[in-house]
């Protein structure tokens, strides 16, 4: 158990919907990282934010936005939903902003849209 | 080009062998991280490096900054070692994580 935690598990939608998956960071840790892995394209880095703040930015669609609120627990909102939108997303922390720190991976959410 | 690119793709070694994974990258980096998803899909970080060599019971992995190269050996593997494993770097200057496409491991009884 890496302490990171997720919710929901599994989520079925439809096209052109909008869902949020959530994350609590490890006790501690103020950075959070969302990251997308798809069958075709494999893991990619979404968005880092640290103490509330957005500190970096990946292959984010802007159909997709993300936050920190003060207690540290990320959302990840995902709208206009399509076919290809479908992945497992993970997020992962770690208590400080450098790129040199281990980063401790949440179960993941697995999202299907139909 | 993938900026990460590992071999081999997929790998299958009989129980006790020796097995090593490669990862090159073209990016200058502050750190590579190696990876483990098992097949119900959660994400274990087993090593963190900038230079040098770490180990971690049977799992070594090293890295040559000036070769822009890694590697993750295992020694006597065991059919729990069967898993994908996935080579990132990240970037100098840079809080993103670049990852390659993964090696999938099967050991075998």
């Known amino acids: 158990d890496s302490g990171v935690t997720q919710t929901p598990k599994h989520l079925i939608t439809a096209t052109g919907q909008r869902v949020t998956l959530r994350c609590s960071p490890r006790?501690?840790?103020?950075?959070v990282y969302w990251y997308q892995q798809s069958l075709d394209q494999g893991l990619q880095f979404l968005i880092q934010?640290?103490?509330?703040?957005?500190?970096a930015k990946g292959n984010i669609l802007e159909r997709f936005s993300a936050q920190q609120f003060p207690d540290l627990h990320s959302e990840l909102n995902l709208s206009s939903l399509e076919l290809g939108d479908s992945a497992l997303y993970f997020c992962?922390?770690?208590?400080?902003?450098?790129?040199?720190?281990?980063?401790?991976f949440g179960p993941g959410t697995r999202l299907l849209v139909l | 080009k993938n900026e990460v690119e590992q071999s081999p793709q997929n790998l299958t070694a009989q129980e006790g062998e020796f097995i090593t994974i490669n990862c090159s990258y073209s990016?200058?980096?502050?750190?590579l991280h190696w990876l483990q998803q098992h097949p119900g899909g959660g994400i274990v970080s087993l090593f963190m490096?900038?230079?040098g060599k770490k180990k971690h019971g049977r799992l070594i992995a090293t890295i040559n900054i000036q070769e822009k190269h890694s590697s993750l050996h295992i020694t006597a593997s065991h059919p729990r070692d069967s898993a994908v494993y996935i080579c990132?770097?990240?970037?100098?200057?840079?809080?993103?994580?670049?990852f390659g496409a993964g090696t999938r491991l099967t050991v075998k009884p």
């Open positions: 934010y640290y103490n509330g703040e957005e500190r």
């Open positions: 990132a770097v990240s970037p100098y200057n840079n809080n993103d994580m670049r």
């Open positions: 490096l900038s230079s």
């Open positions: 992962a922390s770690s208590e400080g902003l450098a790129g040199e720190e281990t980063q401790y």
């Open positions: 006790s501690g840790d103020l950075s």
């Open positions: 990016v200058g980096i502050s750190a």
